[in-house]
T-cell receptor, first 111, second 115 residues
Framework: KAGVTQTPRYLIKTRGQQVTLSCSPI?????VSWYQQTPGQGLQFLFEYFSETQRNKGNFPGRFSGRQFSNSRSEMNVSTLELGDSALYLC??????????FGPGTRLLVL | AQSVTQPDIHITVSEGASLELRCNYSYGATPYLFWYVQSPGQGLQLLLK??????LVQGIKGFEAEFKRSQSSFNLRKPSVHWSDAAEYFCAVGAINFGNEKLTFGTGTRLTIIP
């Protein structure tokens, strides 16, 4: 099976812009979670989607949003980018409430 | 709320030496426990996991971990490290309630291997 794929792998934006990141889960996986990784805060949970519904949300401002499509692919959007949003954004998928498998991440740089 | 502590930020070991990375967790019930490894600029790769049963779990690349409920620990071990093991290692705890898929990670331990 193909693993979790994320596009794009690298992205450069400027403050105030918005960005959309995409995640394709492992075939058959219906849950998709998003995490932000920064040197200062480490790995932090953003949100989780299952069957197109957001089931769980981390402690991030409303500028961070996401959605999941009927084929389980997921997107996350960050509006009005800030310098502090520069991070590695990781997507993970799982079949059930067990193991999460991670993609390679999208590295976002905000200038 | 669940939490994970990895007390060692950076560990250096010689190639061929044994390794133990420490992980302590806090969780109100029986946790799901994981160890992931991350190479520079890469995503997280699952090394092993503990859900229930045998408290000594085997993973990929020769790693193992032991769940000790009395100590709230889930330490990762390897008898003989290879230069390719140099990476950052993350311990994580997951909730087991349906509808609550969320991993809480420790801050990570960076492993350096010296020849």
């Amino acid at each position: 099976k193909a693993g979790v794929t994320q596009t794009p792998r690298y992205l450069i934006k400027t403050r105030g812009q918005q960005v959309t990141l995409s995640c394709s889960p492992i075939s058959g996986h219906r849950s998709v979670s998003w995490y932000q990784q920064t040197p200062g805060q480490g790995l932090q949970f953003l949100f989780e989607y299952f069957s197109e519904t957001q089931r769980n949300k981390g402690n991030f401002p409303g500028r961070f949003s996401g959605r999941q499509f009927s084929n389980s692919r997921s997107e996350m959007n960050v509006s009005t980018l800030e310098l502090g949003d520069s991070a590695l954004y990781l997507c993970a998928s799982s079949f059930s409430e067990e193991t999460q498998y991670f993609g390679p991440g999208t590295r976002l740089l905000v200038l | 709320a669940q939490s994970v502590t990895q007390p060692d930020i950076h560990i250096t070991v010689s190639e061929g030496a044994s390794l133990e990375l420490r992980c302590n967790y806090s969780y109100g019930a029986t946790p799901y426990l994981f160890w992931y490894v991350q190479s520079p600029g890469q995503g997280l790769q699952l090394l092993l996991k503990y859900f229930s049963g045998d408290t000594l779990v085997q993973g990929i690349k020769g790693f193992e971990a032991e769940f000790k409920r009395s100590q709230s620990s889930f330490n990762l071990r390897k008898p003989s490290v290879h230069w390719s093991d140099a990476a950052e290692y993350f311990c994580a705890v997951g909730a087991i309630n349906f509808g609550n898929e969320k991993l809480t990670f420790g801050t990570g331990t960076r492993l350096t291997i010296i020849p």
